[in-house]
């Protein structure tokens, strides 16, 4: 079954510190791969996607995140946070169909001045 | 510009009445999708339409119901059958079948049953 794991569910970083929020995926054949940021009371905003290619992939907001099919990881990154970064992540996977999304249940960060 | 709307952004409602959320996009999209939220869970499935006229439940579809008359409109009913309304609904949308197609979603709406 197809299923996604965020295995941290709150973050705090410094501004200005780099970032690595952790996303690991269940699925049997070739994963479509998204990371969604949420903040309070908004829906939530696609900041990059992954179906082929490059394993490493750039998105909005100066985020990007690597796909690693041995570890079945697509983790997300971003150099330098800022406050205005603080927010919910949540990464997600859809079957090769696009019929079905199935979503981590997310993750808090909260950036400190 | 495309998107999608939701209405209302809150909305309040008496234990034991129906309710329903709005969800109207003008993205062309074919698939519209219904989720909960509720803090620390992620977002939880609650039907999802590929075609005009036709849906399927997801994973929590008991207490709610839904239609799909019109392309552009995916209204949400939740009945006074579910146990535990009170949540925040977001209503997103894609083209079914190509994988790499993401959902776009709307604001939400937050319900609240007293």
């Known amino acids: 079954a197809q299923s996604v794991t965020q295995p941290d569910i709150h973050i705090t970083v410094s501004e200005g510190a780099s970032l690595e929020l952790r996303c690991n995926y269940s699925y049997g054949a070739t994963p479509y791969l998204f990371w969604y940021v949420q903040s309070p009371g908004q829906g939530l905003q696609l900041l990059l996607k992954?179906?082929?290619?490059?394993?490493l992939v750039q998105g909005i907001k100066g985020f990007e995140a690597e796909f690693k099919r041995s570890q079945s990881s697509f983790n997300l990154r971003k150099p330098s946070v800022h406050w205005s970064d603080a927010a919910e992540y949540f990464c997600?996977?859809?079957?090769?169909?696009?019929?079905?999304?199935?979503f981590g249940t997310g993750t808090s960060l909260t950036v400190i001045p | 510009d495309g998107g999608i709307t939701q209405s209302p952004k809150y909305l309040f409602r008496k234990e034991g009445q129906n309710v329903t959320l709005s969800c109207e996009q003008n993205l062309n999209h074919d698939a519209m999708y219904w989720y909960r939220q509720d803090p620390g869970q992620g977002l939880r499935l609650i039907y999802y339409s590929q075609i005009v006229n036709d849906f399927q439940k997801g994973d929590i579809a008991e207490g709610y119901s839904v239609s799909r008359e019109k392309k552009e409109s995916f209204p949400l009913t939740v009945t006074s059958a579910q146990k535990n309304p009170t949540a925040f609904y977001l209503c997103?949308?894609?083209?079914?079948?190509?994988?790499?197609?993401?959902?776009?979603f709307g604001n939400g709406t937050r319900l609240t049953v007293t």
């Open positions: 997600a996977v859809a079957t090769n169909t696009g019929n079905q999304f199935y």
């Open positions: 997103a949308s894609t083209t079914p079948g190509q994988g790499d197609s993401p959902l776009h």
């Open positions: 992954y179906f082929s290619g490059d394993t």
